[in-house]
């Protein structure tokens, strides 16, 4: 299958000359699951504004669906390609009511009033926004709430791939889980691609298919998630750890646990293999 993004020896220098990206190549499918990890100021809010042509290359290419992000006047066309929903959702919130809000980007590119409304309720009802709420200044909602509305805004544009840079952060237990699960959701029934950018490897664990990690710029790894934990040498480089059911397998390795767990159930079951 033909990937959504294709990352092809992309550099990224800031236009103050911090360098933030070497060399990236990456793939990346139709509906996948992605985590993007790595250390505070490792590159990833870089790269994937890159992936949504905010930023542009330095030198390499960014391929979104057969656009070439550098092309000019290409950024109406990638917004309703890749969605990306910012770290903090108040940077993205600016309108005066929550309808508004999802119909920002909609309006924006010239749909007709009936267009933009179908697409108001379609990607409030998927975001489980409710009606009640649309004339809701947004400020005033709880946060878990805000960044559901910052979501229905992306959704609206019916992007294919949808970036979610620190879905949890912030959030109780409670909150985080219902997040993950909405993206979950996008992702298996609605055959979104996601991308979460995250430093919880419980939560990488738990849902990503696939994981990458960078480190100073580069990619350091790029595979399922489970051969990424099984790599904690690598890891330790960008100062990430694996989760600690993951690490407890690694530890006890020698007396037959996987090091490759990612779940309490997993290490459970190897376990009463180990002791029967
Ligand atoms: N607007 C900017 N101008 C100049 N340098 C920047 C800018 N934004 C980020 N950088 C630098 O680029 C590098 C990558 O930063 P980036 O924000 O992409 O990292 P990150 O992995 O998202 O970090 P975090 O986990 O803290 O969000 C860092 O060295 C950072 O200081
Ligand atoms: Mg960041």
Redesign the pocket.
């Known amino acids: 299958m033909t990937p959504l993004i294709t990352v092809d020896h992309l550099d990224f220098i800031?236009p103050?000359g911090?360098p933030?990206l070497f060399d990236i190549n990456l793939q990346v499918g139709q509906q996948e699951f992605i985590a993007l990890i790595?250390q505070?100021?490792?590159?990833?809010?870089?790269?994937s504004k890159c992936l949504n042509g905010l930023l542009k290359p330095t030198k390499g290419s960014v391929i979104v669906e057969g656009l070439d992000t550098r092309g000019r006047g290409i950024i109406k066309q990638l917004v309703t390609r890749v969605g990306y929903v910012f770290?903090n959702p108040d940077h993205q919130l600016f309108n005066r009511s929550v309808w508004d809000e999802i119909a920002y980007g909609p309006r924006n590119i010239g749909y007709s009033k009936e267009e933009v409304k179908e697409r108001v309720e379609e990607a409030a009802h998927v975001a489980g926004v409710h009606a009640d709420l649309f004339e809701t200044h947004p400020y005033f909602l709880p946060k878990g709430l805000r960044q559901r509305v910052a979501i229905a805004s992306i959704l609206a544009m019916r992007p294919k791939t949808i970036i979610v840079d620190e879905p949890t952060t912030g959030q109780d237990m409670p909150q985080s889980v219902e997040v993950m699960n909405f993206l979950r959701r996008l992702w298996k029934e609605e055959g979104h691609t996601i991308i979460i950018?995250t430093?919880e490897m419980r939560i990488v664990a738990q849902y990503a298919q696939r994981t990458v990690v960078?480190g100073q710029?580069r990619v350091l790894l790029d595979g399922t998630t489970r051969e990424v934990f099984a790599q904690p040498e690598v890891l330790r480089q960008t100062y990430v750890e694996p989760p600690q059911i993951t690490r407890l397998g690694q530890a006890l390795s020698d007396y037959g646990l996987p090091r490759d767990a990612l779940s309490v159930e997993e290490m459970k079951e190897a376990f009463r293999e180990v002791v029967s």
């Open positions: 800031y103050d911090t933030a790595g505070n100021g490792s590159g990833k809010t870089t790269l770290q950018i430093h960078l710029g």
